[in-house]
């Protein structure tokens, strides 16, 4: 039988490691543009665009983001189009992502003074010029600390991939577990590597938003 | 012709009934006053003339557009219908120059380099040469007021509406804003102020407009009203504040 040595589950996770970075920056880029469109659907007061995104916004954050990877990677399959698990994790993780950063920015947009959108809209701007010049500008400042904090829950999200057969982190560790039977060591290494992609995150998101308190 | 024509505009939140048929005509160079307690409806009868509020009947025609909820051309209205507030709300992200410079460089298309030349224009005439590359945050109220007075002139407006525009300043800044509308209106601009002045719609004003309960209760020219008010209930109000 195979010896697997210390450093060998160590790399083979950290290799894996690297397909849960990759995931994690692909949904949240993805999810962040998606997001920044649902933003502006949310926020038109226009009632047909609204409603849409309110929907949207309940289905994703209403249900597990496990249902949603089993969605996309069954359900699409339904209609004959092949699936891969890397795409099925993509897409169902920059939905959920869109969905939950959508709402984060609504925050903010909805933190900036009425005075401001009544002063732009008497100077003639329309609600998209009125959102890129003013609103955004201003509510961006605020949104960086909720937006890094959530990041790490994206991260840890990717983890479910490991379900639909997607290699990155959780599923090298079980695959790991099955070939060595040393389950404690390799969760822990796991748990770690979580850790140390996680807390940075975390740590400057409540640095920011510290800095931000004593900016008021 | 007037530059502002309101006639019977009746306008409610839910069940409150604000503006109870409000009649006003407003000629090019004409300056009013507009007087009267609080919650008689001044400012949603001014936030009605640039689109901000909706009415429900009679109607508004400004400079030529006809204010109707949503078909109006609310862009093209309010490029020539400024409006300068209470809290002054300029951009706190942006410097005074660039608060002047965004409308006419987004809306106008004017470019930066003519928009800035604008910017140092206004921002002359209020006073604030100096000031054009500091934020919001670094000016006096006094001079943020200035500033969002030449946000709305750099638009070069047809009326500006102002509303109660010196309410939220400490008594020594109230002069400095007092002095630039004044100027304004030497130099022909239309205004319509509302505001708690009695003495600068006295002196400053062509037109004296009192409103009580959402309605045009007495209004004349501002010297004649003042010293002879008909109704008791400017009589009482121009007691109370005087
Ligand atoms: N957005 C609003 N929603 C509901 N009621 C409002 C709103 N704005 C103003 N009102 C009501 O309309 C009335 C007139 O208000 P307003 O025009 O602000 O008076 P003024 O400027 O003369 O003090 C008040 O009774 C006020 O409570
Ligand atoms: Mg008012």
Redo the contacts between chains.
Sequence with gaps: MLQFSFWDILSNLLIATQWTIVLSLIAFFCGGIVGLVLLFMRTSRIAPLEWFTKIYIEFFQGTPLLMQLFLFFFGIALFGVEVSPWMAATLALTFWTSAFLTEIWRGCVEAI?K??W?????????YI?QMR??IL??AS?IAVAPTVGFSVQVIKGTALASIIGFVELTKAGTMLNNATFRPFLVYSLVALIYFCLCFPLSWWAKKIEGRLNVAR | MSLVSIRDVRKSFGSNEVLKGVSLDIAKGDVVAIIGRSGSGKSTLLRCINGLETYQSGSIVADGIEVAGANTNLRELRRHVGMVFQQFNLFPHLTAAENVMLAPTVVNKVSKAEARATAAEVLAKVGLSEKMDAYPSELSGGQQQRVAIARSLAMRPKVLLCDEITSALDPELVNEVLRVVEQLAREGMTLILVTHEMRFARDVGTKLVFMHHGKVHEEGVPKEVFAAPRTPELQQFVGQVS
Aim: hydrophobic fraction near 30%; charge should be negative; charged fraction near 15%.
């Design positions: 003074p005075g401001q009544e002063a732009s809209s008497s100077l003639a701007l329309s010029e010049y003013v500008p201003q400042r």
